[in-house]
């Protein structure tokens, strides 16, 4: 069973462009949670999504920043317009679906994408 | 405001020594996690600590959770070089989210 994959691991875009941080949660994962971590900081939670759904954006800054998770494919957490201090190490973390209380399971992370603006 | 703080913020020992750190948070939880991350990678989830809980075991790790201080300790016995890496205590309450602390960065000396 494959862990979290993200990709890129490293993405470079210089001020004003567009970036997209792809996220595949682990096989059997329908919960999907983005991070960021700025240098020398812990994460700080973004978002939260399941299946075509938004369940918790209160750590999404309110512009630029989108995240959807499709029926189909991986989950994307999109930055238009990109600026210098959006460079940062982005993680994704998925858990599965299961009974009982979700905010007891345990989050398996990706090895993250490192996006540097120029 | 941060809700799970570690510390020290940075530990060395020696190899074969036990490495105890700490983390503090705020509000009432439904869990804390413990994850490492190795310099440059993702993180690695290293044990979960239920909030009725008082203590766990995992191979060489030991948790405690002491609710009514709103704090949890990390204690790594025997430790190895191969220990070197931030720590970093998350707590998850009722809405799934983790919530992060500013981690401990742990040297093990050969």
């Known amino acids: 069973n494959a862990g979290v994959m993200q990709n890129p691991r490293h993405l470079v875009r210089r001020r004003g462009q567009e970036a997209r941080l792809r996220c595949s949660p682990m096989k059997g994962h329908s919960h999907v949670y983005w991070y960021r971590q700025l240098p020398e900081e812990g994460l700080k939670f973004m978002v939260y999504?399941?299946?075509?759904?938004?369940?918790?954006e209160s750590g999404m800054p309110k512009e630029r920043f989108s995240a959807e998770f499709p029926k189909e494919g991986p989950s994307i957490l999109r930055i238009q317009q990109v600026v210098r201090g959006d460079s940062a190490a982005y993680f994704c973390?998925?858990?599965?679906?299961?009974?009982?209380?979700?905010?007891?399971?345990?989050?398996?992370f990706g090895p993250g994408t490192r996006l540097l603006v120029l | 405001s941060q809700q799970g703080e570690e510390d020290p913020q940075a530990l060395s020992i020696q190899e074969g020594e036990n490495a105890t750190m700490n983390c503090s948070y705020k509000t009432s939880i439904n869990n804390l996690q413990w994850y490492r991350q190795n310099s440059g990678r993702g993180l690695v989830h290293l044990i979960l600590?239920?909030?009725?809980?008082r203590e766990k075991h995992s191979g060489r790790l030991r948790v405690t959770l002491d609710t009514s201080k709103k704090s949890s300790s990390l204690l790594i016995t025997a430790s190895r070089a191969a220990d070197t890496a931030s720590y970093f205590c998350a707590t998850a309450g009722a809405n799934s989210k983790l919530t992060f602390g500013k981690g401990i960065t742990l040297s093990v000396r050969p």
């Open positions: 999504l399941q299946k075509e759904n938004i369940i918790d």
């Open positions: 600590i239920r909030s009725n809980e």
């Open positions: 973390a998925s858990s599965p679906v299961t009974s009982g209380t979700q905010s007891r399971k345990t989050q398996y």
